[in-house]
């Protein structure tokens, strides 16, 4: 069937959605059949897909789909050397590029500013950009300042390369922020504060984990944001504070504009979208299929452990 209509028509591969047992069925073997009979794909979202490497990105650079999306969370054997193939050969059209490791591997650390140099210039299209758990330092973030005015959305959680420098570039040069991510990194209050004081369409930030920030920053940040940001999400921050300090940050929070979140970890404006919208692997998902299927109507979406759509009749001669 992969050599007929379906394979001809697929355009998004998506093993988001699949259970565990057909994740971890997948091998660079059987995806790089799947992609071979599809060379129109677009959209390739892979997430705890230990057994994908980089011989499978290879395999995708060599095919060069007109590819815009490229999704692979939580990548255990994924190194820099595949993520080049595929920014060499496919960048011109990528709009989405997202990368993490696994929490017991270094696999990503090898993604430094170099590749972020090479994303710069090879990939024009990129609004959504999450170099998670890399090794993109200053250099780097002052290259996407320069060469990505237009970023949406750029996460750098579990990154540790940079420091305020970094930072201060990115709230110069990306000012079309929408969503922004540091989870457990170095950001600390002042670079938050920088960058939404100047990026002002930013809706959605999330510095969980961050040990540099803390309650009083939070406050501060909350202040000098737009009136466009909706969420602001900090869990695991503000632990060491004392049990006066979180009782004027909640005082504060229920005299504001916000709503404070039961557990007391992020602010919300009322009515703003729920957090996996801007960050989670299930906001990603909708948004590429929805908009991958209403661009091809006739199209096919294929996801692991789904079977394929059942075909007409009068589609099968084609």
């Known amino acids: 069937m992969l050599d007929g209509w379906w394979g001809r028509r697929l355009r998004c591969f998506d093993a988001v959605q699949g259970d565990e047992g057909s994740r971890e069925a997948l091998t660079d073997a059987l995806l790089v059949l799947i ?3 599809a060379p129109q794909i677009t959209a390739v979202m892979m997430h705890h897909c230990h057994h994908i490497s980089d011989a499978s990105l290879g395999a995708l650079a060599l095919m060069a789909p007109p ?4 999704d692979l969370g939580w990548s255990a054997r994924v ?7 595929v920014i060499d050969r496919c960048g011109g059209t990528l709009t ?3 990368v993490s490791s696994t929490s017991n591997t270094l696999s990503l650390l090898n993604v430094d500013d170099g590749v972020a140099h090479q994303l710069c210039m090879l990939c024009p299209l990129l609004t959504t ?4 758990d890399t090794s993109i330092g200053n250099l780097g973030l002052a290259a996407i300042s320069i060469k990505m005015p237009h970023l949406q959305c750029l996460g750098l959680d579990g990154s540790h390369a940079w420091d305020e420098q970094g930072m201060a570039c990115l709230a110069v040069g990306c000012q079309g922020l929408i969503s922004f991510s540091a989870a457990a990194s170095r950001l600390a209050d002042m670079d938050l504060c920088r960058l939404l004081a100047s990026c002002r369409a930013v809706e959605a930030v999330r510095v969980s984990n961050c040990s540099a920030i803390t309650l009083k920053g939070i406050q501060e940040c909350a202040a000098v944001a737009s009136d466009s940001l909706l969420l602001l999400e900090f869990q695991g921050v503000g632990g060491a504070a004392s049990p006066t300090a979180r009782a004027a940050f909640s005082s504060w929070a229920r ?7 039961p557990k ?6 009322p009515g703003a979208s729920p957090s996996w ?5 299930l906001g990603r998902k909708s948004r590429v299929l929805d908009e991958a299927c209403s661009r091809h109507s006739s199209d096919v979406c294929s996801s692991v452990g789904s079977p394929p759509p059942s075909l007409a009749p009068a589609a099968t001669g084609d």
């Open 35 to 37: 992609l071979s009979r």
């Open 67 to 70: 590819l815009h999306v490229l």
């Open 79 to 85: 190194t820099a050397w595949g993520l080049k193939q």
């Open 96 to 98: 989405t590029l997202c």
């Open 129 to 132: 950009l999450q170099m998670n």
């Open 255 to 261: 005299s504001s504009r916000w709503e404070l979140s």
């Open 264 to 269: 007391g970890d992020a602010l919300a404006s």
């Open 277 to 281: 919208v801007y960050f989670g692997d």
